[in-house]
């Protein structure tokens, strides 16, 4: 019995080479980006490359803009190729030439069925109830017989009989039956390679010694090692792995949050360390590891710990991995991606005061919306706008304490938190206030919100003349005490 197989060791003396191979016709989403995270992982785990290939063959839908995405995504992850990434359509004489060497040796035939006549076959078999499987005449046709006048396709000649194994890194050994694999197109009657063919060719001219990408091409793979082993090339090793599903198990969709990379970035303000440790966490563990960096990524990675269920994306997880980032993240850093997001604040050095706010306002923010929702205080112009809730705590009452606040914090010179503090503090009690009953109309005339650090962070971040600009501007002299 004629049987192939796939092994699943490692290959041992031959250098690792690992590749994603996007098809630009969407943007990078959430599962192609884990994809290229776990292929530029293992590569880095074992010293190995990792390579980019632009699947861009079915040309009326891949697109410019969706390129430059991928790119520009996978930049912004820290998972740019080793070498400059290679375009499938480019490569097309030389998947043709492929196919005719596979002609010349016996492994593939020109086939002249024609649509009509595989929709009959096809049609036939449907009413017979069996599974249609193309059993082309013309799969050993002398080729004195091949007509003149009718175009022709490549078909490759598929193993008839015993089995095929894969020894996958992921979903463990899988075998199918030969005759369940079709003698599928190679090459088209316009003389167009097909997508089966060009990634084969393509990942053995680019020396990709492991396979690892979405099991939604397991099937898929069995179809390749026909075209690989008629070409008698080293067969890689295949990691399958299991497909995203939303939080409530259906299969992925927009609905779940699953948006394109982009989006992570740009309309929900996460940082790239976040968005990577929690598509590593996708599908794949370390004990109970949940804050992983980088370095320990590279340390730990395995395709042996890929789950083989799906994985759930949880996005309340994902933002939540983002606050602990934010918190981590350098100032500076913050500064300049808060600063972005700011009308009318910008410069090429992120404001001092924007960085020195950063310390308060990232320990309450989970992204940098938040961030930028929390630092607009600090450069609002006056008249300060006040949010409605804010607008409720300035009663009379609220704005007579404003203007006793004023008149107490004019006489302060020492503006440190400290003494900020301290002065308030003996203020609420010579009233027999809580402290609270000043913070609360102080925070609405500073900020012009209900919620902000710390009310001393406030006062000492906006400095003594600003803050008693904006005290003054919505203090009220109590009525009858003016003389
Ligand atoms: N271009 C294919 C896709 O985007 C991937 C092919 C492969 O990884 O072999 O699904």
């Known amino acids: 019995m004629a049987s192939g197989s796939a092994s699943g060791e490692a290959t041992g003396k031959k250098a690792v080479v690992t590749r994603f191979a996007p098809s630009p016709t969407g943007y990078l989403h959430i599962g192609g980006a884990r994809t290229a995270l776990f ?37 912004w992850l820290g998972l740019d190729g080793d070498e400059a990434p290679v375009f499938q359509f480019a490569r097309s004489d030389r998947h043709a030439e492929v196919a005719a060497q596979l002609m010349e040796n016996g492994h593939a035939y020109r086939c002249y069925l024609t649509q009509e006549e595989l929709a009959e076959r096809r049609q036939k078999a449907q009413e017979e109830r069996r599974p249609f499987r193309i059993d082309s005449e013309w799969r050993d046709a002398d080729p004195a ?37 079709d003698d599928f197109v190679i090459l088209r009657g316009d003389g167009t390679p097909t997508y089966m063919l060009a990634v084969v060719v393509d990942d053995n001219d680019m020396g990709v010694t492991h396979v690892l990408r979405g099991d939604d091409h397991l099937n898929n793979a069995f179809r390749q090692l026909v075209v690989i082993n008629g070409m008698g090339w080293d067969v890689p090793v295949y990691g399958h792995v299991p497909l995203i599903h939303g939080s409530d198990g259906a299969k992925l ?51 042996v710990d890929v789950g083989k269920s799906p994985s759930r994306f949880d996005l309340a997880k994902l933002q939540n991995l983002n606050g602990h980032y934010l918190r981590e993240a350098d100032d500076v850093r913050l500064a300049g991606l ?30 940098l919306n938040e961030l930028a929702e929390g630092s607009a205080f600090l450069f609002a112009q006056r008249p300060l706008a006040m949010s409605e809730k ?18 107490r914090l004019s006489g302060q010179a020492d503006w440190t938190l400290e003494a900020l503090e301290a002065n ?6 010579d009233l027999g206030l809580g402290l609270g009953k000043l913070a609360q109309p102080l925070r609405a005339a500073l900020t012009g919100q ?9 006062l000492v971040l906006l400095g003594r003349e600003e803050s008693l600009a904006r005290i003054g501007e919505q203090a009220q002299v109590p009525a009858g005490s003016q003389s």
């Not at 990792?50 to 891949?62: C, F, N, P, Q, V």
């Open 39 to 75: 292929n530029w992982l293992f590569a880095r785990r074992h010293g190995g490359k990792y390579l980019l290939r632009i699947e861009d063959t079915d040309r009326a839908r891949s697109t410019e803009p969706a390129i430059d995405a991928i790119f520009d995504g996978l930049s």
């Open 145 to 181: 017989t091949w007509p003149a006048d009718r175009s022709w396709v490549v078909r490759v000649k598929a193993p008839r009989e015993g089995s095929t194994t894969i020894e996958d890194l992921v979903q463990g050994t899988v075998t199918v039956q030969n005759e369940e694999i």
């Open 253 to 303: 969709s927009k609905r779940h949050g699953a948006l394109g990379v982009d989006a992570y970035r740009d309309e929900m303000g996460l940082l790239p360390e976040a968005v990577f440790n929690y598509l590593l966490r996708l599908g794949w563990g370390h004990g109970d590891e949940e804050i992983i960096s980088r370095e320990q990524a590279i340390e730990w990675f395995d395709m």
């Open 338 to 367: 808060v600063e972005a997001r700011l009308d009318g604040v910008d410069g090429d050095e992120p404001a001092d005061l924007l960085v020195r706010a950063m310390p308060v306002l990232k320990v309450r923010a989970k992204d």
């Open 390 to 407: 804010a607008l409720a705590l300035l009663t009379d009452e609220g704005r007579e304490r404003l203007a006793a606040i004023h008149e």
């Open 424 to 429: 308030l503090k003996a203020m609420a009690e």
């Open 450 to 458: 209900t919620t902000s650090p710390g009310i001393f962070d406030v």
